[in-house]
């Protein structure tokens, strides 16, 4: 099986401490982590953590399951880029008077999308949202023009199928939960899932 | 913190609160979880709640050990002998790092325990205080769950969560770190509410029925099923349960170490012991069944040996509360999340009443073979150096299979596990998945405490007791009635076997010497005798098992007898050695 990027999905509750708790979870395999993100999610109280890795599907749904298991986990998906819609967000710093004497490097951020977020004498700051490649191309235009910062954001994915957690978490929060609830999702698919 | 915990509802004004010390509060707490022994060693960061413990001590007795991975491993003990969770408490700093071992051993394990330490006063977090070290962090991976306590009044939630935790679903350990200002702060107390709910915690999944159907389809369809089982079926009190199943379906059923017990030895359909010192039949078996069945168990590698030539040619069908364990190391063609107390009785029904003849005539078959080329002169020698088996076997005759048996780590472990007689479950206590060396000593203490009224052998070897041979002092101050055999080999047995079948006998640092240990007891006030001749080993047995009090036999045996069968390294269970 192919290594790929996966986007994982956590709902947690707010805990100090469990970032460690997953993120030991990677680098005890030696997983590097691409990306990670922690934010407040749809639903309140409920944490949402977005990790990029580059991994087997296998090796991702493995991972997934550990990571449920920790007790302040309420559930985690993986997906592949095809489903998911993401963004990262980026910020350049690029010395004012390079961009005022060369129109050329003015037409090269409206190209990309760049908005300026901060002007001053001696340095402008530029943002741009987008994937990966499209941050990254815009660095190697600005560098010529002595491009002094620049630093990117973890990514953020939303899931395409993903009806929000509303749902799911009144399911978590009946005591006695019902035959409806659907807890091992993954032996439905097994088949489409797992190969060895 | 204290809302995402859901503090419980009360009734304000029928509420009738007291004000006492966040110390209190766990002597509160411990007594209304049913804790009747807590394993511990003092120190500065822990005083106040040893200072509570001081007007408990009619209800809550406390061993003092000689070290806190004593005090972790003897709550182990207690854990195991008795299906109850252990208790420990140690000081900040030193004390909380030494319990690490023990936690990594629970955790691997899946042993239920609650461990309090210490901690400096919560403004001196962070600034390299006296005995101050980041104990939460440290302990993260070998913790189920773990909680620093700065604020008193989060104690009642979250000591019940603990417990909850510990020992639900699969059971592990939890470690609650308390700062001296929470132990002392003074909280207006309203009782103890048991925890029996966490939101993002599922310990007892809801059992998808289709997949026991499933399950049970397949099994009825095999001609060769094979059961083999693990931890989960004493840890989920499903004994009961899995003879019923076994004796219904008549299937052949093998165990992992930790499995041990849970069926007695001689029950006809036990076939004996899986994995690299297992017995012969199962492991070459493992790769001619049709169905083999996993009830509890994780395949680990020394249970599987090489994994692309395990069970390649069968169906699997593996029955765990933990889901993760689920395809993480082999891929289950059947899947059964649920506790195996509710998924073995709705499988027994689907199944068909069965005897399987010829396939369990194979099993005999190798069974033969294994006795005609190991197991007669391992137990029963003629002549030379005594060996590690035939101590066990004269164990065995005299305690008909009634005793625990407490091992540590290495050659005797396996050979205990391997010839040790058990009529009943949680009689077998060993470090399995971590391989602890020192483990057994302060494990048989807390075992005696855990089930008092049961015989509690320790075998360890040489090595290995002298790792934590510092608790014959908690034997002796406790006045602990337990019996200690050291299978004395003068050599770090399992290592030397290894070099010499993997390293060309370059005996590299396993030549240990040891002091008299019969006299190392004798300073601890433990009676004991050495034995070297095989006439006088039944009576040197019978004279400790007679014995009131703690006594220590050592045992010297052959010094470079061998662990066989085996399933070297790297190697599929088929190829097995019997030599």
Avoid at chain 1, 63 to 76: C, G, M, N, T
Avoid at chain 2, 351 to 364: D, I, R
Avoid at chain 2, 427 to 433: L, V
Wanted: hydrophobic content about 40%.
């Amino acid at each position: 099986m192919l290594k790929q990027e996966f986007t994982i999905t956590v709902y947690t509750e707010n805990h100090i401490g469990l970032l460690n708790r997953i993120a030991i979870i990677f680098s005890r395999r030696k997983i590097n982590i691409d990306s990670m993100n922690t934010s407040p999610s749809e639903v309140e109280g409920i944490h949402r953590f977005t990790i990029v890795i580059d991994e087997t599907e296998e090796v991702v749904r493995k991972l997934a399951r550990q990571i449920e298991k920790q007790v302040e986990v309420l559930k985690a998906y993986y997906n592949t880029n095809e489903e998911i819609i993401w963004q990262e967000m980026a910020l350049y710093k690029v010395p004012t008077d390079e961009i005022a004497e060369k129109v050329k490097v003015e037409r090269l951020l409206r190209k990309y999308g760049a908005r300026a977020v901060v002007i001053r004498k001696d340095y402008t700051v530029f943002e741009t949202t987008g994937q990966r490649e499209e941050t990254d191309k815009l660095v190697k235009v600005l560098e010529p023009y002595g491009l002094i910062e620049f630093v990117r954001s973890a990514r953020v994915a939303i899931i395409k199928s993903s009806h929000g957690f509303h749902e799911k978490l009144k399911e978590f929060e009946a005591m006695d939960p019902g035959a409806r609830l659907v807890e091992n999702e993954f032996l439905n698919k097994q088949d489409e899932v797992f190969s060895m | 913190m204290l809302n995402t915990l859901k503090l419980p509802q009360k009734d304000v004004l029928l509420t009738k609160t007291e004000t006492i010390s966040g110390s209190e509060v766990v002597m509160k707490a411990f007594i209304a979880e049913g804790v009747d022994t807590i394993f511990g060693y003092p120190g500065g960061a822990i005083m106040p709640i040893y200072d509570a413990l001081y007007d408990y001590q009619d209800r809550l007795k406390h061993i003092l050990v000689r070290h806190e991975q004593g005090a972790i491993h003897a709550a182990q003990g207690y854990a195991r002998s008795s299906g109850r969770v252990g208790v420990v408490f140690a000081t900040s700093g030193p004390g909380a790092t030494n319990l690490v071992t023990g936690l990594a051993d629970a955790q691997i394990d899946s042993t239920p325990l609650v461990c309090i330490t210490g901690q400096v006063f919560a403004h001196l977090l962070g600034t390299d205080a006296f005995q101050e070290t980041d104990v939460i962090n440290i302990t993260t991976p070998v913790t189920k769950w773990n909680y620093q306590i700065t604020d008193a009044r989060e104690l009642p939630v979250v000591l019940s969560k603990a417990f909850h935790i510990a020992t639900t679903g699969r059971p592990g350990p939890v470690l609650i770190d308390i700062t001296k200002n929470a132990q002392l702060q003074k909280i207006e107390y309203e009782g103890y509410t048991r925890c029996d709910y966490i939101r993002s915690y599922r310990p007892k999944p809801i059992v998808r029925e289709e997949h026991v159907v499933e399950a049970a389809q397949l099994i009825n369809q095999a001609e060769k099923p094979f059961v083999i089982w693990g931890q989960g079926v004493i840890l989920g009190k499903a004994e009961t349960e899995f003879a019923a199943f076994i004796e219904k379906s008549g299937i052949p059923a093998a165990w992992t170490i930790l499995g041990l017990s849970a069926m007695p030895t001689d029950h006809p359909l036990n076939v004996g012991m899986l994995g690299m010192h297992g017995n012969y039949g199962p492991n070459v078996l493992t790769n001619e069944c049709d169905v083999l069945i996993a009830i509890g168990m994780r395949f680990d590698d020394r249970v599987t040996g090489r994994l692309d030539k395990y069970a390649r040619q069968c169906k699997i069908i593996h029955l765990d509360i933990d889901p993760s364990e689920i395809d993480k190391n082999v891929k289950a063609t059947v899947g059964v999340w649920g506790d195996c107390k509710e998924t073995l009785p709705l499988l027994t029904q689907l199944v068909s009443a069965n005897t399987h003849p010829e396939w369990l005539q194979k099993f005999a078959d190798y069974r033969q073979e294994e006795i005609k080329q190991v197991i007669h002169d391992e137990m029963n020698p003629a002549s030379g150096e005594m060996t590690m088996g035939e101590v066990i076997n004269v164990l065995n005759e005299l305690t008909e299979g009634d005793a625990i048996i407490v091992t540590d780590v290495g050659q005797h472990q396996m050979v205990a596990c391997r010839y040790a007689k058990f009529n009943t479950s949680k009689s077998n206590i060993t470090s399995g998945g971590l391989g602890t060396m020192g483990f057994a000593l302060p494990a048989a203490i807390g075992a005696k405490f855990g089930a008092p009224q049961r015989t509690v052998v320790a075998i360890i070897g040489d090595g290995g007791f002298q790792m934590t041979l510092q608790e014959l002092g908690t034997i002796m101050q406790s006045e602990v009635n337990i019996k200690i055999i050291i299978l004395n080999n003068r050599f770090l047995g399992m290592v030397r076997q290894w070099q010499q079948l993997f390293h060309d006998k370059r005996y590299s640092f396993v030549d240990i010497t040891s002091p008299d240990f019969v006299m190392v007891a004798k300073a601890y006030g433990i009676a004991g005798q050495a034995v070297s001749k095989r006439e006088d080993l039944k009576q040197a047995l019978k004279t400790m098992l007679d014995h009131e009090g703690s006594y220590l036999i050592e045992a010297m045996v052959g010094k470079e007898n061998n662990v066989f069968p085996m399933v070297p390294q790297g190697c599929s269970v088929s190829e097995v050695r019997l030599k």
